[in-house]
DNA sequence: ATGACATTTGCAAAATGA
């Protein structure tokens, strides 16, 4: 059986409790990696997902942020909580484990909204960092997974009105050269890798009924190494969290590794 | 340039998101 691996922004972990456990219910993903928490380590609803058969870790902070990886029957062996290259940064934006030989991570890339500005600067700051990092995680010559909210549509063809989000930190140059970068490192974006002219979207905005029209963006995104790449298989979006009631803005994206 | 919606904090309205 391939391993599904999915990324979620679910949006508050304690508002989407129940439509987290129905998706871990119902996809049934053997690794998950959420993003956009919300909350603290303790508040996280880990009773009702490990009651599911997961292992969870968490990296939590109040209010904002907040990451996860969850494992079904598998031990999570937390590598790092925190992306390395700035101790002063207390935003909970990053968590790697590793799980029966292979690394992942999970990722909250800073919005950097409004552009330019401070928070632009951090976004772009962080993306450096990131790219430092993901240098390290390449050498390792292993199967690593870094999937998340990344906040960046790498091209035109990753959002559906160019001119609705003119002006928008997610289709800046810079952030998506910084993108390409890290990406052309040696990276796989396994979802554009599987579906080279698929408009596939992982983010709607909750604003002007953006999902019913499918005006939406792609930004949630899981990068393989060459090692994971060689095992790729299937890759896409499940778009069914995002249709029921008091839904997150995003929804999972996945992939499966063979064995 | 702003607002449309949603969440958290804290109990009103501001901050944040993308």
């Known amino acids: ?21 129905r998706w871990l219910t119902e996809f049934a993903p053997d690794i998950a990696l959420l993003q956009e928490l919300k909350c603290q380590d303790g508040e996280f609803p ?21 990451v996860a990886i969850l494992a079904k029957g598998r031990k999570i062996d937390i590598v790092r909580r925190g992306l390395p290259g700035d101790d002063s940064d207390e935003q909970a934006r990053y968590i790697e484990a590793n799980i ?32 430092a990092h993901a240098r390290t995680l390449l050498a390792l010559e292993k199967p690593v997974v870094l999937g998340g909210d990344y ?38 974006d396994a979802l554009r890798h599987r ?9 709607w905005d909750y604003f002007r009924d953006r999902f019913t029209h ?17 095992r790729l298989g299937e890759a896409g979006v499940d778009r069914n969290p995002r249709t ?3 839904p997150s803005d995003h929804t999972p994206a996945w992939i499966e590794l063979r064995d």
């Not at 880990?46 to 904002?64: D, I, N, S």
């Not at 035109?156 to 390409?180: C, F, N, Q």
């Open 1 to 21: 059986m391939p391993l599904k691996i999915a990324t979620w922004n679910v949006n508050s972990a304690r508002a989407r409790t129940a439509h987290l456990t």
């Open 46 to 66: 880990r009773l009702e997902v490990e009651a599911l058969g997961y292992a969870v870790e968490t990296h939590g902070q109040k209010t904002y942020n907040g």
């Open 100 to 131: 029966e030989g292979l690394r992942v991570a999970s990722i909250y890339l800073p919005n950097g909204n409004p552009c330019p500005g401070p928070k632009f600067d951090y976004k772009l700051a962080w993306m450096a960092r990131l790219q």
């Open 151 to 188: 906040n960046v549509c790498p091209t035109d063809l990753d959002l559906w009105d160019v001119k609705a989000m003119a002006g928008d930190a997610l289709i800046s140059p810079e952030a998506r050269e910084a993108w390409r970068a890290l990406v052309n490192q040696g990276w796989t």
């Open 195 to 203: 579906h080279p002219a698929a408009r596939l979207y992982s983010y």
């Open 214 to 230: 499918d005006h939406g963006l792609r930004i949630d995104h899981l990068l393989l190494s060459p090692e994971a790449a060689d």
């Open 244 to 246: 029921q009631e008091k």
